[in-house]
């Protein structure tokens, strides 16, 4: 079992804009997060936890500083490779879903196992319907997303995120959408598949119920892990 990181952050700097519209997204964020951990990113709004996932996923550059993911060293990636690291190795879920609206919720799901997952027809099949009963949306399968509400389109996008057992999962926002009891159902799946598949989890929010199921709790502010409140 390796003690290497899951997640390692050093110094990183993003500053958005040039003279007086700059904004000092990040201001020199450290953040290390071990294999199997669950941690909440919690902090006021503006204080950089989308801009830090949008760099540890490859999807924004910081100015300065390293980021390394289950081994990647996501800051050298040219773009064509974060694309690919990110359709291959990482999972994400973000608070619009993403799903492919013509593709039903099965589709969506079993389009994942076809790009990263060596499994015939037979055992996608199987995979992804015990995914979607997992998370209680197996009789919605042959909807379309368009058909499904808020809450049931992002269970889809969980179960999406899950169902090739990735090794760091990110979310921004999950439970943005969803109810109090159905975010509570979501994220205790979550939780024991994350935990079962041996899954990182970092998931930014501003749910108390997500700080709660977490096992460390990280916030942000003002660019910085456990920074000041801006003057
Ligand atoms: N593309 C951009 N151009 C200019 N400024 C930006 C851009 N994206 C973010 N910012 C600024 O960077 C700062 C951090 O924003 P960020 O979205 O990371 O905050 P957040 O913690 O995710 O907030 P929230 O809780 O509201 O989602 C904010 O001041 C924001 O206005
Ligand atoms: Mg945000």
Not at 14 to 35: E, K, M, N, W
């Amino acid at each position: 079992m390796s003690t290497k990181p899951a997640i390692a952050v050093a110094g990183l700097t993003r500053t958005y804009g040039s003279g007086d519209a700059q904004v000092h997204a990040l201001r020199g964020v450290d953040f290390i997060a071990t294999p199997g951990e669950f941690v909440a990113l919690t902090g006021p709004s503006g204080s950089g936890k989308t801009t830090l996932l949008n760099c540890l996923l490859g999807l924004d550059r910081g100015d300065s500083g390293t980021i390394e993911v289950a081994g990647t060293a996501v800051d050298q990636l040219t773009y064509e490779q974060a694309v690919e690291w990110r359709r291959t190795k990482v999972a994400i879920v973000f608070q619009a879903t993403g799903l492919i609206p013509h593709l039903t919720g099965e589709e969506n799901v079993d389009m994942v196992l076809r790009i990263r997952a060596a499994m015939d027809r037979s055992e996608r099949q199987s995979r992804v319907a015990e995914i979607l009963d997992a998370l209680g949306v197996g009789e919605l399968s042959e909807h379309l997303p368009e058909e499904m509400s808020g809450g049931q389109r992002q269970r889809f996008a969980i179960a999406r995120a899950l169902v090739a057992e990735p090794t760091i999962l990110v979310a921004d926002e999950p439970t943005g959408e969803l109810d109090s009891d159905t975010a509570q159902d979501v994220l205790g799946v979550l939780r024991s598949e994350s935990e079962r598949l041996g899954t990182t989890l970092l998931i930014a929010t501003h749910d108390r119920l997500v700080a709660t199921e977490a096992d460390r709790v990280v916030t942000m502010r003002n660019g910085q892990i456990g920074g000041a409140d801006p003057q």
